[in-house]
């Protein structure tokens, strides 16, 4: 026969106290209620003692708090994505929070329905890497109260709290990198989008380009092109193209990888190369690969700051904070003078 659940009611019965102590000491609300060590120790133990599991649903509908956060992504696999992932989960988990993560695959239909499942389930607000037509469906959830921080990206007319970094001069700073090394006809890689990152890294390589008196050469892939072959193929063939490029300054970490698979000793060897984002495998690399890095603790540790902030104070004067952070350089071989 199945045993019946424990529940806070039959702790305070056993211990002749009331239920809202009960319920203080398991939320570890003891110290603020002023409840005696003694107590709250005994309650503890007993709890203990009867295998107690709390009512997470029920704790939920009583208070508000799912004390569960969902971290939705453009792709959790990617190696910026995922470094993120994994130092946020322990910094939440040691705030009492869960986190819930998803990848959205930059496709608005998709993001929609992860969002609508979620909000559904009452989780207590959304970290989201936006896809390029959801600035209507987070503007709903700002309207509803609940909390959301962008990443990576935003949306200009959108009132709502963001963290990026400066792509603008990380990729001028980059392609002037490869400038001062005496390359002369660099290319710069991208995906075909109007989104604010992207448009930013784009800027960057041109601003750099024009104010250096030499001649912008950008190929523009399609997102998809990344995971059905047809990058590798784009860029193999803007590696051939009679202009001879020099160097070649990737817009994502993805698409350098898509590069590095069709480079054959004599391109890695003749081309200055530079990726956004590093990676591990750009250090041991046959030629290790300069990279733009990203801040990714210093990212963490605001991520928590804001959602936790608009957790506690969840109104329209706490929902427009723009944080943008700076980007590092990591010069390796790849890039110096040939």
């Not at 603020?32 to 649903?57: C, F, G, R, T």
């Not at 990729?171 to 890689?189: P, S, W, Y």
């Given at each position: ?6 529940s806070i009611k039959n702790i305070a019965d056993e211990l002749k106290i009331s239920i809202s102590t009960v319920s203080f000491i398991l939320n570890g609300k003891a110290q603020e209620m002023h409840i005696s060590n ?301």
């Amino acid at each position: 026969m199945k045993s019946k659940k424990v529940s806070i009611k039959n702790i305070a019965d056993e211990l002749k106290i009331s239920i809202s102590t009960v319920s203080f000491i398991l939320n570890g609300k003891a110290q603020e209620m002023h409840i005696s060590n003694e107590l709250s120790q005994k309650v503890l133990e007993y709890a203990k003692l009867i295998d107690y599991k709390p009512n997470h649903v029920a704790q939920s509908l009583r208070t508000g708090k799912s004390r569960n956060l969902v971290f939705m992504m453009e792709d959790i696999s990617n190696n910026f994505f995922s470094k993120v992932a994994r130092i946020f989960e322990d910094m939440i988990f040691s705030k009492g929070y869960k986190v819930i993560f998803c990848s959205n695959a930059n496709d608005d239909k998709k993001s929609k329905e992860l969002i609508n499942f979620f909000k559904l389930n009452q989780v207590d607000g959304f970290i989201i890497v936006p896809s390029p037509g959801l600035q209507n469906t987070i503007e709903e959830l700002l309207n509803e109260n609940i909390p959301v921080v962008l990443l990576d990206r935003f949306f200009e007319e959108l009132k709502c709290s963001s963290i990026v970094v400066d792509n603008h001069r990380a990729a001028l700073e980059a392609t002037l990198h490869l400038v001062k090394n005496q390359f002369k006809n660099i290319g710069f890689i991208t995906t075909i989008s109007e989104q604010t990152q992207m448009k930013d890294r784009l800027s960057g390589y041109e601003t750099a380009i024009i104010e250096s008196g030499l001649q912008p050469n950008v190929l523009r892939v399609p997102y998809d092109g990344i995971f059905d072959g047809s990058a590798q193929k784009l860029i193999k063939n803007f590696l051939e193209q009679p202009s001879g490029l020099d160097a070649v300054f990737f817009a994502t970490n993805y698409l350098a990888q898509s590069g590095l698979e069709v480079f054959d000793n004599g391109w890695r060897n003749k081309l200055g190369i530079i990726a956004y984002d590093d990676n591990e495998m750009f250090k041991i690399s046959d030629i290790s690969i300069t990279a733009v890095s990203q801040p990714v603790y210093e990212i963490c540790v605001k991520l928590m700051e804001i959602i936790f902030e608009l957790l506690d104070n969840n109104n329209a004067d706490h929902n427009d904070q723009r944080l943008v952070l700076q980007t590092k350089l990591i010069i390796r071989e790849s890039s110096m003078t040939k």
